[in-house]
């Protein structure tokens, strides 16, 4: 994967938002023409591909996946999230059936992952216009750096500030791989069609996109968002976690707008000279003086 066009990467507040929320939307990004044809390509299939094969070895050239990732603004949002040649972890076709009656839980795509520094990342592509009743995708914005195993959410139910998608046919959302989110029940009378992608970085994600607004300060703003359903005190961690993942996406340790690493990371290594408190001691002699 070629190096994208400048003005087709993500800015450094499009990275900071991500960075905050777990995912970056785009709306109605893929042609009308491409989602007249996605529902009748995803019903059919897409072949497998081996875990962690290169994006070139995973879809064949003029498949529809490639030219899925090959549009100028989804490869530039590929590309800064996750560099150039990222491997395809596995993908898949979600069908939700009209009426289905049921839905999935709240939960993340990964066993633990304590990753502090990189990130996967989900291309979810949503063919049809997705309606309230179609059941779209939802989502609990801010919850990829809490730290949980797979299902463990399930048990939570309509968490405060939650996100629940509708959306324009080929709206394309990428989403941190370690994202709270479930497909909801589809009581509509169609079948609602969305091919996720999961992509591996096979760089470092370091300045990857347009960083001519890298000290804007809406970076600051974002990186800072509160999100309803946090704690008043445990939700300060979440700012710390992401501070910490910026500071290794900028390749700047000092980054700390508002000091939330400094407090806990401060670790003076200048030792001061040390003076015995017992009166027993002797004092040292002075050069020459008997001892």
């Not at 970085?201 to 970076?219: E, F, G, I, K, M």
């Not at 008043?232 to 700390?256: C, F, K, P």
């Amino acid at each position: 994967m070629s190096r994208p066009h400048r003005k087709h990467l993500l800015t450094s507040v499009q990275m900071a938002r991500f960075v905050a929320h777990g995912s970056l939307r785009m709306d109605a990004v893929v042609p009308a023409e491409m989602n007249a044809l996605a529902v009748d390509v995803l019903r059919k299939g897409i072949p497998a591909a081996p875990y962690g094969a290169p994006v070139n070895e995973a879809f064949e050239e003029g498949s529809f996946a490639r030219q899925l990732l090959g549009l100028p603004e989804i490869a530039g949002a590929v590309y800064s999230l996750v560099g150039p040649e990222p491997a395809v972890d596995h993908h898949a076709v979600h069908i939700r059936r009209a009426r289905e009656g049921t839905a999935q839980n709240l939960h993340g795509d990964a066993i633990i992952d304590v990753r502090p520094d990189a990130f996967d990342v989900q291309l979810m592509y949503y063919p049809q216009e997705v309606t309230l009743d179609m059941g779209g995708t939802l989502s609990v914005p801010g919850s990829h750096l809490r730290r949980t195993n797979e299902t463990d959410t399930g048990r939570y139910q309509n968490l405060r500030g939650q996100s629940r998608l509708t959306c324009p046919a080929g709206t394309v959302v990428f989403l941190h791989h370690g994202i709270w989110h479930g497909g909801r029940r589809n009581d509509s009378d169609i079948d609602r069609y969305m091919f996720k992608i999961r992509l591996n970085p096979t760089v470092r994600q370091l300045r990857l996109w347009n960083t001519d607004d890298l000290y804007d300060p809406a970076v600051a703003a974002e990186l800072g968002r509160q999100f309803p359903w946090y704690e008043h005190a445990t939700g300060r961690l979440e700012i710390y976690n992401r501070v910490r993942l910026w500071q290794a996406l900028v390749g700047d340790d000092s980054y700390d707008p508002d000091y939330w690493v400094t407090r806990v990371t401060n670790r003076p290594t200048r030792v001061v000279a040390q003076r015995s408190l017992n009166p027993h001691a002797r004092r040292p002699t002075a050069m020459g003086e008997p001892a």
